[in-house]
């Protein structure tokens, strides 16, 4: 009762504080264009095939979507390597296609931001070709070139898939340097023709009609003045270091991204949704706060990062909203196209993969912050098994894999990590029905098909009413029309129990309770005060048969989740 009558005094003053803004209302849907649907037969998603399953979308409720790379690519990264932005890669279509696309989302009532990928771009892009031919040329500062030091690398940073972050190049006599691959060199963003350049690109794409931008790697752009070493834990032997506190979070940061927020963004009405690494709920603040104009929203790896330990999970929301709490708005994403499928992490996919994938869902649509999750959770789909390195398409799976097999580790091991924490978990094809090469394409996929297909795939669950597929579909409608679960206070309520948790969503007019049993095995917690009331109303549950409140106590089944409602 305590925590009910706290928050409906509080909700009084949010919601006079609390804008309105149909980012915090979004519920946002990542597509991943070359698994989500093939229109053309070559094995490869494109737009048309995206286009083709709009209505899909529609259907299914969410409010807004994001497209990762569709930009023309050498594909070393898939698209993360991008060699022209103002193209669409012929893979995926044309930018008749895309204009289609946006005007049809739009039609819809779906928006769109798509991925924005300037910390590096293809060494193929003609800036890097020209940049890379000497020391003069009209491009020579678009990237971040040094002279070696000592005969080395200029210093010991470590690129992201391991190895050097610097490559010598014979022709400029001089390293360029790459977080990740030696195929995506850093653009320099001290340069201001680079920031020209960039924002002129911006705003073509705006005019193109898109309400935003993901920016992938976004406080990575400016690198720590002067290149310095990065610091050695003790006993550290490792010849290269990751350079995170020398690349993320750099004096200069901020100021650009007003910047593009104040010159770019603002007068189309646009939204920023930053990939950012390495921050602290009081750092993300400096990105995200009301009155920082910058960005709208950011990415909080903190979830993604607990690697499916709940009680971190649970700690890394509460600590975030607190930090957040009328001052930005937060997200919440279990998985994205860099990470295992979450149910593979969050849940038990072996023994209750559908309750658990349920239970994901309801955390993800209920918990505080714009909801964003990855094509193929609304189904519930799954981790696969790699059996072999071939089958290791992902250039840092890949990498990571050489590495620890040159390291002398198990292959057997490794591959059973791998298995567990590969990005082609997040990248296998949609499944959308039980058909050859799961209904996605006439053609082999470009990537293999997750032999589950022929039980878990969008058409199966269709037919059933009691699917994922139809619970998460009444979940976004519950969001949608549920303003406690958008802009309402939230409050955790079994402070100590990490296995039974639970919260509640509070408005001036309702108070939305929502239980979880992160375990696979029955449990029972003490009926909270708040649901000791006639009020309150069972809006929906994972199980088929609930088990009904007895003797002041809830019993679970395992992952069981309920959302209760409670007028005020
Ligand atoms: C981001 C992307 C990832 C990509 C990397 C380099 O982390 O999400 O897929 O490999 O940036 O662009």
Redesign the pocket.
């Known amino acids: 009762m305590l925590c009910q009558m706290h928050a409906s005094k509080n909700m009084k003053k949010e919601i006079k504080r609390e804008r309105h803004a149909w980012w915090k209302e979004a519920i946002f849907y990542q597509i991943y264009p070359l698994s989500f649907y093939d229109s053309n037969g070559d094995g490869k998603g494109d737009l048309p095939g995206i286009i083709q399953k709009l209505p899909y979308l529609k259907e299914l409720g969410v409010t807004a979507l994001w497209l990762s790379p569709i930009y023309k690519s050498p594909m070393v990264?898939?698209g993360?390597?991008v060699s022209d932005y103002d193209s669409i890669d012929p893979t995926f279509g044309t930018m008749d296609d895309f204009v289609t696309f946006i005007n049809r989302a739009h039609a819809l009532g779906m928006r769109v931001i798509i991925d924005l990928?300037v910390?590096?771009t293809s060494d193929q892009h003609p800036w890097f070709l020209e940049s890379r031919k000497s020391r003069t040329n009209d491009k020579s500062d678009f990237y971040i070139w040094h002279d070696a030091v000592d005969g080395h690398e200029p210093n010991n940073w470590a690129s992201?898939i391991g190895g050097s972050a610097w490559t010598w190049d014979e022709t400029r006599q001089q390293y360029y340097l790459h977080l990740?691959s030696q195929h995506?060199p850093d653009l320099n963003w001290r340069n201001p023709r680079v920031k020209e350049e960039i924002f002129a690109m911006m705003r073509r794409w705006l005019e193109r009609g898109i309400d935003g931008f993901r920016a992938?790697?976004g406080n990575f752009y400016i690198k720590a003045e002067g290149f310095p070493d990065a610091p050695r834990a003790p006993g550290d032997t490792r010849r290269y270091i990751h350079p995170e506190g020398l690349v993320a979070n750099q004096p200069g940061i901020h100021e650009l991204w007003h910047e593009i927020h104040r010159e770019v963004l603002e007068p189309y009405n646009a939204i920023v949704f930053g990939?950012l690494y390495f921050l602290t709920p009081e750092e993300g603040l400096h990105y995200v706060g009301y009155d920082r104009k910058e960005m709208e929203l950011l990415y909080q790896y903190h979830i993604m990062d607990a690697r499916g330990r709940w009680p971190e999970v649970t700690e890394a929301v509460r600590t975030w909203a607190e930090a957040f709490a009328h001052k930005a708005w937060n997200t919440i994403t279990f998985s994205?196209?860099?990470s295992p499928r979450s149910v593979s992490v969050y849940g038990d996919a072996m023994h209750y993969h559908d309750a658990s994938a349920k239970l994901i869902m309801t955390f993800l649509l209920t918990a505080p912050g714009t909801p964003f999750f990855l094509q193929g959770e609304e189904i519930g789909m799954n981790n696969m098994t790699v059996s072999c390195a071939d089958e290791l398409t992902d250039i840092?799976m890949r990498s990571i894999y050489e590495q620890r097999i040159a390291s002398g580790e198990d292959q057997g091991a490794v591959l059973a990590d791998l298995s567990q924490w590969n990005?082609d978990n997040a990248r296998t094809p949609m499944q959308w029905s039980d058909a050859e090469y799961a209904g996605f394409s006439s053609h082999t996929p470009w990537l293999h098909v997750n032999p589950q297909y022929t039980h878990i795939n969008v058409a199966t669950q269709q037919k059933d009413k009691h699917s994922i597929w139809h619970y998460v579909r009444r979940l976004i409608m519950i969001r949608k029309y549920t303003p406690a679960l958008v802009y309402g206070d939230f409050m955790p309520l079994f402070p100590d129990n990490y296995i039974m948790y639970g919260f509640a969503r509070s408005d001036k007019d309702e108070t939305i309770v929502v239980l979880f049993n992160f375990a696979s095995w029955d449990n029972y917690i003490a009926v909270p005060d708040v649901l000791r009331t006639q009020r309150a109303q069972l809006l929906l549950c994972n199980v088929l048969s609930p088990r009904p409140i007895t003797d002041n106590t809830l019993f679970f089944q395992p992952w069981e989740t309920r959302v209760y409602s409670v007028s005020h």
């Open positions: 990264d898939n993360y390597d990928v910390n590096h992201d990740f995506q992938d790697m990939e994205n196209h860099d840092k990005r």
